[in-house]
């Protein structure tokens, strides 16, 4: 069982290796990131890759630990005891499971995504410590013990909006997924765009990266960014001569809208092309 990358994910061999050692070391992968640089879609590749189920996990900022394991519907249960329901006799009827259940008793190994785990409250990863480590938990209203008959492959990814307690990342293992350079991004591009033609796609990634390096920028425009971006170019039928144009007036490249997501990004690329227009005035 090892990742070897698919013909849709262009994985890097440091990568490759992270979640190689992860699957062997039977410990979670934690992925970090820029936004955008393909962290959940690993966990599909690798299912998909493997041949394994995946199940998935997305935390919000109101998620609890105990969720992934299960929750206890008491106020269903107190409605159909007022109503006489027979079912209320078998409090089993209302514990609803979580991931981790579901993951824990499957037949086959999974994959199972914690994405965005940097989203929840600060306490939770230390609230899921030993049911990732022991692969267990009690369910205090049954008094039964569910305990994985194998360990799935558990991948979590964080976009660094908070720390993780060191006790977790002791328990982990580390990636952190570097932004792609030209020639990765290059091979990124003709996976999901095969037939593109290459002076496209080599003044597209030319203004791609020209606008990444400007000083100042507030939020850098990402891989899937690009994509979206290089398919609206397709779309509009924007011609390589056009991305190559340098007139003061048009520094904001043709269809902005996909790579630069805020005004303040705007405003900074109106700026600049005030300045050229004076800079080629004088």
């Known amino acids: 069982m090892r990742f070897q990358g698919t013909k849709s994910y262009v994985a890097t061999d440091d990568l490759k290796i992270a979640v190689n050692a992860a699957i062997t070391l039977e410990r979670p ?82 994959v199972l995504l914690i994405d965005e785990i940097d989203k929840a409250d600060i306490e939770f990863p230390n609230d899921l410590l030993q049911e990732l480590d022991r692969m267990e938990f009690f369910v205090y209203e049954t008094g039964e013990v569910i305990k994985a008959a194998q360990r799935p492959i558990v991948m979590i990814t964080s976009n660094n909006e908070k720390e993780l307690p060191d006790a977790f990342l002791r328990r982990c293992f580390f990636h952190y997924i570097k932004f792609p350079d030209a020639e990765t991004m290059r091979d990124i591009v003709e996976v999901h765009f095969p037939d593109l033609k290459p002076r496209l796609v080599r003044e597209a990634l030319n203004m791609f990266f020209e606008i990444r390096e400007v000083p100042g920028l507030k939020k850098k425009p990402s891989t899937s960014e690009l994509l979206d971006w290089i ?23 043709p269809l902005h809208g996909a790579l630069i997501k805020n005004e303040q990004d705007v405003h900074l690329f109106e700026k600049l092309a005030f300045m050229s227009r004076r800079e080629g005035q004088r």
Do not use: C
């Open 29 to 110: 992968l934690l992925v970090k990131g820029e936004p955008g640089t393909g962290k959940t879609v690993l966990a599909h590749e690798v299912a998909t890759a493997i041949g394994a189920p995946l199940l998935e996990w997305h935390i919000k900022s109101t998620t609890k630990a105990q969720q992934g394991l299960y929750e206890y519907d008491a106020v269903n249960r107190l409605r159909d005891s007022q109503l006489g329901d027979e079912k209320v006799r078998d409090i089993a009827n209302y514990i609803r499971r979580g991931k981790l259940w579901d993951a824990f008793v499957m037949n086959e190994r999974p």
């Open 231 to 253: 398919k609206l170019l397709l779309n509009e039928d924007i011609s390589p001569e056009t991305l190559r144009e340098r007139d003061p007036r048009k520094l904001i490249p």
